[in-house]
């Protein structure tokens, strides 16, 4: 996780030589875009390839968190089965995005690719919308986390608010697209957060459930150090 935060900083930074304009604007003029995918073609292709390692690490980690979900006899929240679909989905969506990313990021880039302009704006409206589409999905994996945690008890209480928060802030998340302008438009920083978030708080849980020092809650709402696969063993 390390490496790959490592990584989109780097990314980060050369993409930002050019200016504190990081991303083309939802409104930006065609020439405007095709401008900035042109001088920032390696950065922004990095940015992608390393989004969907973030995406693979999440399915991963969505994963092993329905596992320690379930409780002994194998029974869970009725929205934990729901959890890793959702992972799925979220990560084909933002697959999508990242192929036309890349498409933006290379047309032009030898005389075997096409640079029409209008093939790199349609290329960044599309992976922008492949993005806050796949939004939905993400909140309604983090509703369905919230709610297993909760009953589960596993984790301490933040989790169970925070991944609420994010999960409705990313369902919600989708609207950007009715925005044209301003911080909330599609490409927009605020539009970027809802997904950002949700990162922040699968890392966060990782480590926790990498260190195994997770919470668990007893039946009189006591809670004691638990270790992984604890609540597993017979």
């Known amino acids: 996780m390390s490496t790959l935060l490592l990584f989109t900083g780097v990314a980060v930074i050369l993409v930002r030589q050019n200016g504190w304009h990081t991303y083309p604007q939802w409104n930006d003029s065609t020439d405007s875009i095709v401008r ?32 320690l979900l379930k409780d002994r006899e194998g029974r869970s929240h009725p929205g934990v089965p729901a959890m ?24 032009g880039s030898s005389s075997s690719h096409f640079a029409a302009p209008d093939l790199v704006r349609y290329s960044f409206e599309l992976s922008i919308g492949f993005w806050l589409a796949a939004q939905m999905a993400l909140g309604v994996l983090m ?13 301490p209480l933040w989790t169970v608010w925070s991944s609420a928060l994010i999960g409705v802030v990313d369902v919600l998340g989708v609207l950007a697209l009715f925005a044209d302008e301003g911080p909330f438009a599609p490409s927009g920083w605020l539009s970027g957060l809802p997904n950002c978030l949700a990162w922040i708080w699968f890392a966060a849980v990782g480590v926790t459930m990498r260190s195994g020092e997770y919470v668990a809650s007893e039946p009189s709402g006591k809670r004691s150090p638990s270790r992984p696969g604890a609540h597993l063993e017979e």
């Not at 995005?97 to 498409?103: E, K, M, S, T």
Request: aromatic share 16%; charged share 5%; hydrophobic share 65%.
């Open 84 to 107: 890793t679909p959702m992972a799925i989905v979220w990560a084909s969506g933002f697959f999508g995005a990242g192929a036309f990313w890349i498409a933006a990021s290379t047309a």
């Open 143 to 155: 509703l369905c986390a919230a709610a297993a945690i909760r009953i589960a008890g596993l984790f």
């Open 36 to 67: 900035w995918f042109a001088e920032n073609r390696t950065a922004s292709t990095w940015l992608a390839l390393v989004g969907n390692l973030y995406a693979i690490v999440l399915v991963w980690l969505t994963i092993n968190l329905t596992r």
